[in-house]
Structures are given as structure tokens and as C-alpha cells.
């Protein structure tokens, strides 16, 4: 792997394990060249996901997208970023093993909103405020009324 630092192409691994949920080997790094030590994460990757989008143009699915946008729907809430990894893992896996290549935008946030629902109603909240995309106060209390059924 080249360092990302100086750009080297010979790295060492100092150290792999798997992590806590056993879905990935995280290894730390290190460069002879400038002595820079860094970590990544190797993964399983099923099959190659596509997302469309609504306006149907295509790009491949990022799992850091997904995970950046719980961590925002979730900033200051009392969820710890090893369960936002647990929900990006199992989402992933379940648009891996679908059996589809393309998946629509609305079926990943559908399955955001659903893992949001059972884990923090302020996150879910804050989510769906920007995926349903309400424009007014009165979006938000109709919400929160059906949350409250």
C-alpha cells in the first residue's frame, strides 16, 4: 500500500485484528520512508452497489456517506460510534445480499429510517426532517404526531 503521507510504495503492517463485529481486519501502518503510522480497514465487499438517485443519475454506494450522515442526525445523542458502525454494517450487508446492484436512494433511507426509529427519536427526527424534506413547522409536528401513535 502507498503511504498516503509521502506517497512511498512500500508500507508495512505493524499490527491486523479483527474488529469488535468481526465484518472487517483493521490493520495499523507504518512507512519506513517518513516513519508516518496510519490505520485502514479491509472489508468483504460482496458484490459492487450501485445507488440511483432520484434524479436517476448513479454513483457508487459509499459506506462513509451513509455513516457521515448518522453521525450527523445523531451528534450530541447519547449513541456511540461503534453502534452508528453496527447500523452502516448491517445496512450494507443487507444491500449486498439483496441480490441487486442498484438501489435506489429512497431504500437506503428508508432502511436509515428505520434503524433511526427503534435507536433515538431525536435522531430519527432530524433524519427524516431532511430525507422527507420538510420546508415548514408544521412538516415536523405532523411527524412527531405519527411518532406519537
Given at each position: ?86 447500523i452502516v454494517n448491517s445496512i450494507q ?57
Amino acid at each position: 500500500m502507498r503511504c498516503p503521507f509521502c506517497g512511498h510504495d512500500d508500507t508495512q503492517v505493524k499490527d491486523s485484528r479483527p474488529t469488535e463485529d468481526n465484518t472487517a481486519i483493521r490493520r495499523r501502518r507504518s512507512c519506513p520512508e517518513c516513519g508516518a503510522r496510519w490505520t485502514t480497514f479491509e472489508r468483504v465487499q460482496l458484490r459492487e452497489l450501485t445507488v440511483v438517485k432520484s434524479d436517476n443519475d448513479r454513483a457508487p454506494f459509499d459506506r462513509d456517506k451513509l455513516a457521515k450522515s448518522l453521525r450527523i442526525a445523531l451528534s450530541k445523542r447519547p449513541v456511540g460510534e461503534d453502534r452508528i458502525e453496527r447500523i452502516v454494517n448491517s445496512i450494507q450487508r443487507q444491500l449486498e445480499t439483496s441480490g441487486e446492484s442498484e438501489i435506489p436512494t429512497k431504500a437506503i433511507g428508508e432502511m436509515v429510517m428505520e434503524n433511526l426509529r427503534d435507536l433515538d427519536q431525536v435522531g430519527y427526527v432530524r433524519f427524516a426532517s431532511v430525507y422527507r424534506n420538510f420546508r415548514e413547522a408544521k412538516d415536523f409536528e405532523a411527524f412527531v404526531e405519527e411518532l406519537s401513535e
